[in-house]
């Protein structure tokens, strides 16, 4: 595989079109809109101690651990808030050491990707878009999740922009340059936008990120609680570079490998919102034979990855050269970051991954 490009933080053209100098520096309209990147730089990272007993039941003290092994992680490169409820912060303290901070907010579970605003940089501020997290759907009562948005713009004392739509943070994926991918089967649902189509459901988009381009995939409805949220598929790791999930071979094909073949060949025949063919890489599941961890809902896919300010977190599961394969494609498109691989079979289990688990906070500068 040649070079990697190096992720730039550009700004927007007079015409709205986000443009990049050959350097990288940004140029254009200046406290326009922006969805930035997730490996731009970050004020700090948040997440959430599980608190539902009724969702994990007897696995609660296994994705506890694995939230804790998180969080020191990345807790070892850059700031991290952990959102845990006022009786569970000296248990969540104690896991997680004390380079993680814990604020007391009552959470109800460890989706913090999905609960904590959306967040973008407008007129030389940081500000956030609360999406009106209704859980996935109302597919499960989430009263505490439901108030993080607003809480923890309040915490910071940060602007909120309010949308009409309902989403979540896991369902968009951005360059930073004006590019938004996103599953239709996760935003143009009557179980979160009912009577919206995908034009004004997009419109909508625009406006609330500043995004001038989103390139749709189809996703699938109903299988998994998300609605089959876009960062278990496609995540940009470039400006014009897209990493995509692939099943192992071999794997008998299912929703979910077409739903694969299907964003492959739309963003094939994709440009991004500066007018770039985009470059797909294909990233294959480990060997479901070798992996570690188990169960119908368990996500075996390193899409799923979190990009920090120093570092790169990804799922290990068990395969050692499906993991080493993934860690070695990490390391093309961001050679000055560490390479983190984190075992997370109980939040894997789940049906969610790192990249779930975490929400950056955008710092500018």
């Not at 990288?24 to 004020?43: D, M, N, S």
């Not at 419109?203 to 278990?232: M, N, S």
């Not at 073949?261 to 919102?273: H, M």
């Not at 479901?288 to 790169?312: C, E, H, L, W």
Request: glycine letters at 10%; hydrophobic letters at 40%; aromatic letters at 6%.
């Amino acid at each position: 595989m040649p070079p990697a490009p190096r992720p730039g933080t550009p700004g927007a053209a007079p015409d709205g079109t986000p443009t990049a100098a050959p350097d990288g520096t940004p140029t254009g309209t200046p406290g326009a809109r922006r969805f930035p990147a997730e490996w731009e730089k970050h004020l700090r990272t948040v997440m959430s101690w599980p608190a539902s007993a009724a969702v994990w039941g007897e696995d609660l003290p296994a994705v506890r651990r694995d939230v804790a092994t998180l969080a020191r992680a990345v807790a070892a490169r850059e700031p991290v808030v952990l959102m845990a409820r006022p009786e569970h912060r000296d248990a969540a303290r104690n896991a997680c050491g004390p380079a993680v901070e814990v604020l007391p907010i009552a959470v109800d579970d460890l989706w913090a990707r999905d609960t904590v605003p959306v967040f973008v940089e407008e007129g030389g501020k940081v500000k956030g878009v609360d999406f009106n997290f209704n859980g996935w759907g109302a597919k499960q009562r989430h009263g505490s999740d439901a108030k993080v948005a607003r809480t923890v713009l309040a915490e910071y004392g940060v602007e909120r922009i309010e949308t009409r739509l309902v989403a979540e943070g896991g369902s968009f994926e951005t360059d930073g340059q004006g590019t938004l991918l996103v599953t239709e089967s996760s935003v143009v649902n009557d179980n979160r936008n009912p009577g919206m189509n995908r034009d004004q459901v997009e419109a909508e988009l625009r406006k609330a990120l500043g995004v001038t381009k989103v390139i749709w995939l189809a996703g699938v409805r109903g299988e998994d609680i998300t609605d089959a949220h876009v960062d278990c598929l496609a995540r940009f790791v470039a400006p014009g570079v897209v990493l995509l999930d692939q099943a192992f071979p071999g794997t008998p094909a299912d929703v979910w490998s077409r739903s694969a073949d299907q964003a492959r060949a739309v963003l094939k025949n994709a440009t991004d919102a500066t007018g770039r063919t985009l470059r797909v890489v294909e990233l294959q599941q480990p060997d479901p034979d070798r992996i570690t961890g188990r169960g119908d809902a368990f996500v075996s896919s390193y899409m799923n990855f979190y990009i920090g300010g120093k570092g790169v977190y990804l799922p290990a599961f068990g395969d050692a050269r499906a993991d080493d394969r993934a860690q070695q494609i990490m390391k093309q498109y961001f050679p000055g970051r560490e390479i983190v691989p984190v075992r997370i079979d109980a939040i894997a289990g789940g049906g969610g991954g790192i990249h779930c688990a975490t929400h950056d906070i955008p710092a500018l500068g």
